[in-house]
Structures are given as structure tokens and as C-alpha cells.
């Protein structure tokens, strides 16, 4: 019996995990297990779904049984379903380094719940098949963020959710009108029937509102993906919660944004006579110069991390914008691969303020010396992050850069190219400076669980390691992720069922 | 009436973005209501007003106004509660642990480096 | 805020009184008039709230002895179940299903699955609404 | 997988077990287990010499990245085969060298043998590989672990230095080079030099080409060290003396030689590879020579010796490259020869000098010629080492050297023949930086070996070096001897290298010390002559390097450089990134207003009509009326309870509006919404200050300004999205169905509990997670690590 509701299961699961986390407030002991067993529970469903949908193709699911596009339905091409998988296992990850990581006091107030909600807005944003559901799961998203941002309520938190919470109240804000807009355009909140609408309009005469529309998406989807000149609000924001947090919002948060402008990007907005796609190139370039800049600007290890955000987000969307198929292939490639490695490295870097009680490098030194496991893991991520082959951003870049080039986008392409190099400038200042350099003693060295603590950034390392080297296992889903973007007609289709 | 609506929202909007952008704290939490307001008129106004009657069946009318719109305003509505909620009590909060409702000394960006 | 107001207390057992029944009209006359789950559960949140005006925190609690936040939970575990209830017969999520039930002596019976889940969002509202309120008033002490 | 790629990935699998035998094997150097390895490799590879003198190309081909065109395919010709061997046999002896040089009680082995045979690995994979993005990744694996050896001693300030500046510079130009193999992919539509080499003609008119090829040379330029890209090389001098013997002189470095040596057969024929080569060479033969006689510590004149010498082979490439140019091989080739012949003797020679070096600094501590001095009868061996070695570089007979200096001259004379007037100037330029050359190697071994012996200056009282330590540079030593008197026995290997180069012509390469009295002798002549002379008078004019300003150092204007892009991104991000929400707020609002705006004119999009609206009533106005009064008052209201009157006012104004709507469910909502909010803002508010902070006047402007800037980009939107209803909504399909499929009568909620019940699902969740966050954050209170629990 085929399972028709397979889709929605990476969804229903943290969802039901997050009601019965509540019910466990009293026992931190209780709601670690279930907590951890959901997440790999999630993981290999997602899996599955993953394989489910190379073998049978896409999957829809038209929830309440109401025919698109009256019900809402969920999607899961490749590309959802590949985002699902990666958003299970970062979780996971965070999941187990929060287990040593987060400290009791905030595992008694509901940590894990937030944190099963977040994934569930998460994967939700990435299966919808509905531009007001898809509001709604970034509401679920945000509202967990919200929650995870200000556990603790430190100074620092309160000071920082409070500009985190306005800029996403204003972008929520703008994405409801923006739907409003659409809706008043073509009548329907059904992506499918959306980009079916539009498209057949788009042979006569597009009207120019169409392009409008998308540039306040872009704006919407933006403020969360943090693109230039959208991006102020998120160095401050991400620095304030602890490193588990810090590390799902990083890894996942702002690729939702970027997963958003290319979806609605690739289905309504492609065929307007290229206004949208020359703004997001441009903004894109702009996004990695921006990224750029603050990566180098400071000694302080969390920093460095988030600014390396910024960057990745404009190397994908520059990849997205020049709408090549090996370009687009790219960014899927390096958006996966960047999930994984900022969520490793912001575990390790994490670890690294842990032990040594600062984030700021030039109170730290010589690492290397009694922490080899966690100075090599970060090596490898550094190296991965960089783009140095055969890790797992390399094959991402490369695609993006050949594919710019073959469209000759050649300034574009070359500022990813040397993107590159800066990052890896950045970067390895941590290294040189933190995991080499004169040792030291830290104060807090003793009680630092370093071994628990290392374990959930090893198996995200190892798992950029196979993803770079094992490319040609992986590149049949990322080439069936970027197809359905390119043939809209393919999603469209298996939405409507025409 | 479309018209006067789209532009009392845009008043909203307008008033909106200046309390956000004002410094103190409370303005700032009365500025998100506010858009929330402006949002969900505009978002009616876009299904178009008055079209027939209440989306009731049963009200022996010919035409009933566009549902979807409401559904979804409803939606948003309640969305805008809970984070209205949640902003007051963070702003409340940080009042009392940062003892400022000014948001100009709450820049943090001492020792950044 | 302690309030001692003799009249409001006992106007307040009144309006109480009212504004339930109201809420439980308004929650279950929602499929067919304006109302629902939603506007139920805010009202009977008002209920609640002026109860508070008038009395105290503690003799909210003492006449509602419930976590809101269990209630929360319990509000979202109907609305899922709902849902989930279709994953058992291989329905999409959430298809809903109505029909006349015919029950011994009371009669035909008017079922709908889309009550259980208007339920559910009216637990959520209550739950959410009295958490906050009892929170926030709970600081102040 | 073959044997072949085996050879290539066996020292990265015995690099894994190092840690564990150095772990557990304390009583033996570790170095010791490493050994067997290299010799092993250079066995095996030596099978191939028979193989590739008969011009027979081994391939073996592995699959890897299919799909993209990346396979691991290996290829042994007569260059790989060169290098291959250059690189397992000074591997061997290098390492044999580190077993006396590092101790083993005070040294961390395990990393050290690590990173080294990473390296061994990473070189051959660069220099067997067919494809040129696994090249390119063994490429930037070379350079990693060129850093990791650098950085060796990790606590040392300059080892960081080094291992940063070699970094930096080497990946950028590895990272060029990647842009120039996607480029020659694009071109194509292949990774394999193989089959680029065999498209090679279609390529030179694609209009990408020349960006392919600076591309590419930049790559090889930076791994090579050519001016201005040299100044890495000094600083990794940091690094252990084997590992600067083994990278930074004999393989690693040569790098950049074997890539242009590769691609040549692709490029060669375009006038620009060909000028740039010889430009850039030559001019880091002489600014490497001309330097290195300034230099006081003994591996820093090894260092800029090495540029010197990589810019002499580089120029010989591009001389050699004119033969395709011009299709002349009768003129040109024999650069080609020279420049093949030459890298084999300075991997000879110089390797045992930088050993030298090695054995000097372990036995005296120090390596600054003013401190050294008459160490000749304390160690006679090393001294006589260092003669060969160093009369070698100097191009005298009877030594490897003085042949491959000899060739050299004749390709420099040669050059006269290509179509360039200037061309007179390359052979100067080589013979005044052989003249340096000729002087710095005079100072290596006499300032060191010869003259007045300063123990008192010395670290400790030093002797000759153990005969482990000498072992290696004995064998370097007497190969320069050997392949002086006897250069064609190395002939196996050079020609099937040389004919890989240029693989359209025949080779007849005959070495013989004695060609007569040429000019080419009369050329090394004058260099002694000359060379003898300023060496002596080296105290008069070394005032010259004072002449030239510190400030235009290359080395300041990298540092400069990495200086102000510190600074400025830091001050440039401190000014943007002010952390105040306002500042924050107004770039995305200006952007907003500026983008939308802006493509809503400039793309022509606004449409204003005024078909289709709905009627107004009296009352409606009112309504409206209060609702923007109120709003525009709430901007000047001083008082925080005024405001939130105001704001339930319009909260209130917005339900009535709804029943005005048709929209009785929303009005009820509203309306119960507002109360409870209204409520919770005075419970909230309670404790703030009453009266509101207000802004400065000018920031009031300023944010009236953007605000009126949104509320007009909400309302031109609008109304454009309003006039252009493309289609009929959904909602037909709601009216029609709510009652016969859903059993409900109350659309709206009907579409809230079924239709669209999975968003009041999730909507119901938000309002839930809201709860939780706001009992945590009541609840949980932590202040610098202590819990504060508020029960």
C-alpha cells in the first residue's frame, strides 16, 4: 500500500515530538531521549522520502483531501525533499551537542520543544506547495526562534531578540501584503497554479506587476536570507544565543529565506524579461563583498562564523540567478554542503569559546596542543567551508563558477571564484591564531565535557568529507533537484495532475 | 472605496515605520500593531470589498464576499496576537534587566572587535 | 493589582457566568454563523481575565488548577490527532469526515471531525491566553 | 584502481597509521617506518623509465566524479615520470636526513611525518594526474601541507607568518588557476590535459583564451614563486631545514615549472605565454640572485637562490616555447633541454646545500654568516659538500651545474633569433644574474667555512655532523659529480620529459663538457672573472641594496596590504554595523522604498484604474478618518497611555471596518483580540516609564521621511496590484462547495477548519510555541552563568 501521506511525516513527527516534549518539562533525562530518537527518526525518514522521490519522482500531498488548488497542498521535489533531509541531520547533530551543550537550566525550559517546532517550521517552509502556508511555517519557524533566541534571557538576548523580533515582525508583515498583492493578480495561493497563471500570461504581455511583486519577495525572502543591504539585523542576532542555537540558525534559518527565492524566483518570477534576475544577481554580488568585508573585520571567533553566512547566501544566489543548469545544479550542491559545514563550525567554534571562556582570538592560543580531535576537525571544516577539493564546497563552487562563466557572467563568477580565498583568509585566522600560537591555560579547561562536545561536529565534518568525495553518488539528486526548478512545468504539473 | 482603503493602509503602513523607527521600546511594540493592522486591511481590500454578502451560505444571496481573504487575515490575526504577546512581555522584560526603554543604549557594540 | 471591589466581584460572577455560555454557543455554532474556535477561546479568555480584574492570581488558581501550557499541549494533540486520524485509513492529512450518527434513545446525532479540531484550536487559545497572563500577572508578586 | 593510483594514495594511508606507530613505538624514530615508503616508490617508478624512453604513455583511469568529468585518471610520460622520481628519490633522502636532524624526545614526529608524507602524496597526485581538476586538487593539497610544515613549530610568531603569506599567496594563485581550468573546460568540454592537448588548435581562437592562460600561469607563477609573487618563499624558510630542502627547493616549488612545462604544448603557440614567461622568469632570475647577496642568514640565500634558479628554468620554458611559436625547433629547443636538464642538477645541488645549511645551524645554532666563519677543519665533510654544491650553482666545471649553466647560455643566445627587437637583452640579463649568482654562492661556503672562526658567537662548540646527517647530502653530492662527468646517463629520463613538452619534435639530446671555446664559455668566463672581482669588493659596493627604498618593499606592500584590508573592513563594518536598530531599520526601509519604487517606474508597471471599485458610504469615511487620525496622532502622543488608547482605538475602528466588509467572523475576532491586547499592553506597560523617549529632531525627520516612503511604495503597489486583476479568485470553488462537500455554512470557518485547516493547524502551533517562549523567558533568568529560576 503506497503511503500518500509519506511527505508530511518529517513534519508530524517533530510536531508530535514537540507536544509530548512539554508534557516531559520535569525530566531533562526524558526529553533528551525522546528529543535525540525523533531527530534520527526524522532523519531517516527524510531519507527515505529523498529516495522515494528519485524513484517515483515528485511527490504531492493534498492535505484535507481538497483538489489543488483549493486545499493546500505539499510538495516534495528534489530539491524539499534534499533540504528536509539536511535540516533533520543538522538538527540531529544539534540535538546531541546540546545534550552537554546548552546547560540543564535551559533543557528545563522547554529547549527541546522550541527546538522540535523550529524544525517543524523548517521542513514545513520547505515542503509547502502554498504561498500562505508557506507564511504560516515561517511563522512556526520564527515563533521557535523567537523562543530559542531569548531562552536564557540573558542581557545580551534580551538586548538582541528585541531588534531580531522587529525586523521579522516587518518582514512578515511585508510577505502577508505581498501575498495580498499576488492574490489580487492572479487569484490563487497555490504555487503551482501560481506559476501556471503566470505563465500563461507571460507569452501576451506580462504586465510589470509581476516583476514588482517579485522584487517584494525578494525583499520578504531576503530580510531572511540576509542579502544585501537586509543582512545588518543578523551578525548581532546570531551572536547573542548559545552555540547549539546558534548553529541551527545559522545552518538553517536564513537558507530557508534562500530556498524561498528560489522557489517562487524559478516558478513565478523567471519569465518576466529578466528585471528580478538581474536585481538578485546584482544584490548577490554585493551579498558576497558584504560577507566579505565583515569576515575580515574581526578577531572574534562567532563573528567571523556568521559573517561566512552572508557570504555562502550570496555565492548560492548567485548560482540561482544566472539560471544555468550547472550554475543552478551548483548552488544546490554548495547550499547543502553549506548547511552542513556552518552547522559544524559553529558547534566548533562553540566548543572553542567554551573552553576558553572567550570568543575573542586574541585571548586565545595553542589548541592544537591539548585538543588535537576538535584543532583538526576544525581544519577540515575550515578547508570544506573554503571550498578546497575534495571537500564539500568544492564541487558546489566549481559548478556555479562554470556555470557563470558559460553564461558570461564573468565578473560574477570571478568574485565567487575569489570569494573563495577570502574566506579562507578569515578562517584561518581562527586557526593560526586560536589553534595555533603560544599555548595557554583556561580557566574553565576542566570542566568542559570536550569529548561529548566533539562528537556532533566530527560526524557533520565526516559527513562533508563523503559529501565532497562521494560528489558522483550525490550529483544524480542535486541534477534532479535543479531540473524541476528549470522545467517548471514538471512541478506544475505534478501539483495540478494535469 | 478599494482606493481609500489602499491608502488608509498605507497611512498604517507609514505610521508604522516611523514608531518602529522611533527609539523607545514602546513605540516600537505599538508600531508592529499597527502594521499588523494596515497588513490586514490591505490584504482584504486585495480579495475586493462588498462584493455580496457575508460569507454565510444561507443569506439567500446571489454573491457573497470573497472568504479566502477573511480566512486568511484570520489566520494572520492570530498569528499577529501571538507575537504582539510575546514582543510586550519581551519589552517588559528587558525593561526591567537592561533598566532602559531606549533602544539607542541598547546597541551593544562595546568591546566589538 | 489587588482589587477589592465588592461590586465588580460580584457583577463579575455574573458576566462570568454569561460569557462562558456565550463562548460555548459562539465555539459550536462556528461552522454554520460567525464564530469558532478561535473566538471562543478568546472569550472564554476574557472570561478568565475579568475574573482576574476582579479577584486575584491565586483565586484564579485556586478555582482553575490547570498548567496552561499542558492545556496548550492537549489543544494541539486534538487538532494533530485530527489530522493523523486519516493517516490510519491511508486519507490525506487532515481529510475530515461528517456524518449522522444514530445513537440509541437520544437520536440522530450530528458528527463532525472538524469539531474535534475547532476543540482543539479553543483549548490552544485558552491555554495560550491564560499561560501569558498568569505568567506576566505571576512577575509581579 | 591501479597499482599506479595506489603509489599515489600509499603515503596518505601510512600517514593515517603514523600517530598510532609514533604513539606506541617511542624507543625507534619514526621516521624509521616512514623510509621504506619513498625508496619502495622510487623503485616502482624507475619500472617505468624502459617504459617511457620508448615513448610508451601508461594511463590508468579510475572513476571519480563521472558525471562532472572528473575521473582520477593517472598518466605516466616522461615529465610525470620526472618528477615522480625527483620526488620519492630527494623524498627518501630527505627523510632519511629528519631522522638525525629532528629529535626524537623534543620533536612532535607524528605531525611532522604526517604533513610530509601528505605531501608526497599531494605531489604526485599533481604531477600524474590527467585530469586537471584532480590536479588541481592535489595542487591545493601541496599547499596545505606546505602551510601545516611551515607552521611546524606553531608557537613560533614568524612560523605563522610564513605559513599564512605561503597560504595566501598559493591559493590565490591556485584559485586562478581553477578559474582557468573551468575556462578550458568551457572551451572543451574536458578536464583531460590529454584530450586539451589534443584540441589544443581549436582553442588558441576562442576568445577566452587568453584569459585561460593568464589564468593558468598566474597558478603558476604564485606555486613557482616568480616575481612578484617570490616573497612567500624567504618566510617558509621557517619551516625545518628537510622540509625546505624537500618543498621549498626541490618539488614543491617546481610545481608551477611542471604546470607551464604541461600546458605548453596547449599554449605555447600564442606570443603572450611565450613573452610572459620569459619576462617574468628572467626577471626573477635576476632579482633572486641580485638579492640574495644581501641576505645574512644562510637559508634565506638558499631561499632567494631557489627563486633565482626557478626563474632561470622559467625563462628557459619560455625561450623553449618559441620553437612552437615560430616553428622553429632548429633555435629554440634547446632551451627546453636546458630547462628540464637544469631542474634535475638544482634539485641536486641545491638539496644538498640546504642540507648543509641544516647540518651548520644543528651544530652551531645559528645560521647568520657574521656570526659563522672557519668551521672548515671543524667539519671537513660538510665543507666539502657545500664546495660541490655551491661550485656547482655557480655554474663551474667540472660539476652538473657548470653543463646545465652552459645550455642555458646557449638558449639565452639563441633567443636572439626570435622576431623581438630587443631581444639582446635576455641573454645580458642572464649572464649579469650569473655573475650573482656566481658572488652569493662565493659567500655561502666562504663566509661560512673559510675566514676567522668566532666561537664566542656561537650557541655551542660545534663538530662534524653525525654521519646519518651526512649521508643524504654525500649522495646529492656525488650525484653532481657524477652526472658532471657523466650527463647522459641521465638521458632515460630527460629525453622522454623534454619530448613530452614538445611533443612534435625529435630529440637528440647529447651533453658533453667540452663544446669548444664558444661564446657560451666565454660567457662563464667573464662571470668569474667578473664575479671573483665584486666578491672581493663586496664591502664597497653593498651600499647599493641602501639605495633602494624599505618602502616599496614587496614584503611592506603585502603586509600593507593584508594591513588595510583588516582595518578597513573592520572600520567599515564598525561604521555600518553601529548595532543601533534604527540605523539598521532605515538602510532596509531606504532600500525598500528606493528598490520598489524605483522598478515600479522604471519598469513601467504602475496601472491606476478606477473600474471595479466598490461604493463608499458616508459612515465609511467616517471610519476611515478616525483610523488615520488616530494613527497620525499616535505618532506624537508623549504618554504611553495615550498611545495605547490610541492604538485600541484604531484595533477597535479596524473591527467595524470588518463588519462594514461583510466580514463578521474577522469583526469578532477583532474585536475580542483587541480587548485581551489592549489589556496585556496595560499589564505590560505598567512598568515603563510613562512618559515615552523621545528622538532628536533631526533622526524624527529623517524617519518621517522613510515612513512616508513606505506608506507610498504600500499604496502605489496597491493600487497597481489592484487595476490588474489578471484572473478570477479561487474562492467560486468555496462558495459553491462549503456546504454540499464540507457540511458547513460558515465559509470562513469552514475554510479555517477544512480547507485550509493545516495553516490553523500550525497558526494555533505558533500561538502555543509563543506561550512557551514567554513562560521561559519569565521563568529562566541567567546572568553570567548563574541561574536565577523565578518559581
Known sequence: MAMINFLILPILVPLITAVILIFLNKSVIAQRWVSGLSAFVTVILSALLVNKVKNDGIQTLNLSNWDAPFGITLVSDMLSALLVLTTSIVAFACIIYSFKGIGEAREKYHFYAALQFLIVGVNGAFTTGDIFNLFVFFEVMLMSSYALILLGGTKIQLRESIKYILVNVISSGLFVIAVGYLYSVVGTLNMAHIAARISEISGISQPGVISIIGIIFLIVFGLKGAIFPLYFWLPGSYY???????????????????????????????????????????????????????????????????????????????????????????????????????????????????????????????????????????????????????????????????????????????????????????????????????????????????????????ILVILSICYGVGADFIYPYMSQAAESLINTNLYIDAVLKE | MEILMIIIAGILFMSATYLMLSRSVVRIILGTTVLSHGVHLLLLTMGGLKRGAPPLIGEEASAYSDPLPQALILTAIVISFGVTALFLVLGYRSYKELGTDNMEKLRGNDGND | MKTSNVIL??????????????????????????????????????????????????????????NFLYMVAVGLVFAIGTGAGSLIFNKPFLTHAFGDLHVPILGELHLHTATLFDLGVYLVVVGVTMSIIQTIGGDDE | MSLLHLAIIAPFIIAVFVPLIYKNIKSVHTGWFILPLPILLFIYFSSFISKTTNKQVTMESFSWISSLGIDFTVKVDGLGLLFALLITGIGSLVILYSIYYLSKQKEKLNTFYVYLL????????VVLSDNLIVLYAFWELTSFSSFLLIGYWYNREKSRYGAQKSMIITVLGGLAMLGGIILLYNMTGTFSITEIVAQADTIIDHPLFVAALLCILLGAFTKSAQFPFHIWLPDAMEAPTPV????????????????????????????????????????????GSFSAVKQTDLKSILAFSTISQLGLIMSLLGVGAAALHYDQPKYFTVATTAAIFHLINHATFKGSLFMVV?????????????????????????????????????????????????????????????????????????????????????????????????????????????????ISPIILASLVIVIGFFPNIIKPILVPAIETVMPMYEFDVHISMWHGFNTELVMTIGVIIVGVLLYLGLNKWRGIYGIFPEKLALNRFYDGLLDSMYKGSHSLNRNVMTGSINHYLSYMFLFMVVLIIGSLFGQNAFAFSTDNLAPIHFYEVILTLIVAISSIALLFAKSRIV???????IGYMVSLLFIVFRAPDLALTQLVIETISVSLFLLCFYHLPKKLTDDPVPVKVRNAVISVGVGLFVILVGLTAHSTKLFDSISQYYIENTYSEAAGKNMVNVILVDFRGFDTMFEIAVLGIAALAIFSLIKLRRNGGKKIENK
Not at chain 1, 559573517?307 to 554548495?334: P, Q, R, W
Not at chain 1, 559553529?346 to 570568543?359: K, S
Not at chain 4, 617546481?254 to 605565454?273: C, H, N, Q
Open chain 4, 643 to 649: 498611545s495605547i488608547l490610541l492604538t485600541g482605538t
Open chain 4, 118 to 125: 601528505l605531501f608526497m602524496g599531494a605531489m604526485l597526485g
Open chain 4, 358 to 470: 641544516g647540518i651548520v645551524d644543528h651544530e652551531t645554532g645559528t645560521r647568520d654568516i657574521r656570526k659563522l666563519g672557519g668551521l672548515m677543519n671543524l667539519m671537513p665533510i660538510t665543507f666539502t659538500i657545500a664546495i660541490i654544491g655551491t661550485f656547482s650553482m655557480a655554474g663551474l666545471p667540472p660539476f652538473n651545474g657548470f653543463l646545465s649553466k652552459e645550455m642555458f647560455f646557449t638558449g639565452m643566445i639563441n633567443a636572439l633569433h626570435m622576431d623581438f627587437d630587443w631581444s639582446i637583452i635576455i641573454p645580458i640579463i642572464a649572464w649579469i644574474a650569473s655573475v650573482f649568482t656566481f658572488i652569493y654562492s662565493m659567500i655561502l661556503v666562504f663566509k661560512t667555512f673559510t675566514g676567522k672562526y668566532q666561537p664566542e658567537k656561537l650557541e655551542k662548540k660545534p663538530h662534524e655532523a653525525p654521519i646519518g646527517m651526512l
Open chain 4, 244 to 287: 625546505s630542502a624537500y618543498l621549498h627547493s626541490a618539488t614543491m616549488v617546481k610545481a608551477g615549472i611542471y604546470l607551464v612545462a604541461r600546458m605548453s604544448p596547449v599554449f605555447a603557440e600564442d606570443t603572450l605565454w611565450m613573452g610572459l614567461i620569459i619576462a617574468f622568469g628572467l626577471f626573477t632570475l635576476f632579482w
Open chain 3, 9 to 66: 466581584q460580584s457583577m463579575t460572577k455574573v458576566l462570568l457566568f454569561l460569557i462562558m455560555i456565550f463562548s460555548i454557543y459562539i465555539f459550536f455554532a462556528g461552522h454554520y454563523t460567525p464564530g469558532g474556535g478561535f473566538v471562543g477561546g478568546l472569550l472564554t479568555s476574557g472570561a478568565i481575565l475579568l475574573l482576574l480584574l476582579a479577584y486575584d492570581l491565586q483565586t484564579v488558581r485556586n478555582i482553575l488548577p490547570v
Open chain 1, 240 to 458: 547573542a544565543p548559545p552555540a547549539p542555537v546558534m548553529a541551527i540558525f545559522g545552518a538553517l534559518l536564513t537558507k530557508v529565506g534562500v530556498y524561498s527565492i528560489i522557489r517562487t524566483y524559478s516558478l513565478f518570477f523567471y519569465e518576466d524579461g529578466g528585471y528580478v534576475q538581474q536585481v538578485i544577481m546584482i544584490l548577490a554580488i554585493l551579498t558576497i563583498i558584504a560577507g566579505i568585508i565583515g569576515a575580515l573585520a574581526y578577531s572574534d571567533v562567532k563573528k567571523i562564523i556568521i559573517y561566512n553566512i552572508i557570504v555562502a547566501v550570496g555565492v548560492i544566489l548567485f548560482g540561482v540567478s544566472t539560471m544555468n543548469e550547472s550554475a543552478l545544479t551548483g548552488s544546490i550542491f554548495y547550499l547543502i554542503h553549506d548547511m552542513i559545514i556552518k552547522a559544524a563550525l559553529f558547534l566548533l567554534v562553540g566548543l572553542m569559546a567554551t573552553i576558553t571562556g572567550t570568543n575573542n582570538l586574541k585571548q586565545m592560543g595553542g589548541l592544537i596542543k591539548n585538543y588535537p580531535g576538535f584543532s583538526w576537525t576544525f581544519f577540515l571544516a575550515a578547508l570544506a567551508l573554503s571550498g578546497i577539493p575534495p571537500l564539500s564546497g568544492f564541487v558546489g563552487k566549481v559548478l556555479i563558477v562554470q556555470g557563470g562563466f558559460s553564461s558570461e557572467y564573468f565578473i560574477g563568477a570571478a568574485i565567487v571564484l575569489a570569494s573563495s580565498l577570502f574566506v579562507l583568509i578569515s578562517i584561518m585566522k581562527i586557526f593560526i591564531n586560536g589553534v595555533w600560537g603560544e599555548p595557554k591555560t583556561y580557566a574553565n579547561e576542566k570542566t568542559v565535557p570536550y569529548k561529548q562536545l566533539l562528537i556532533a561536529p566530527v
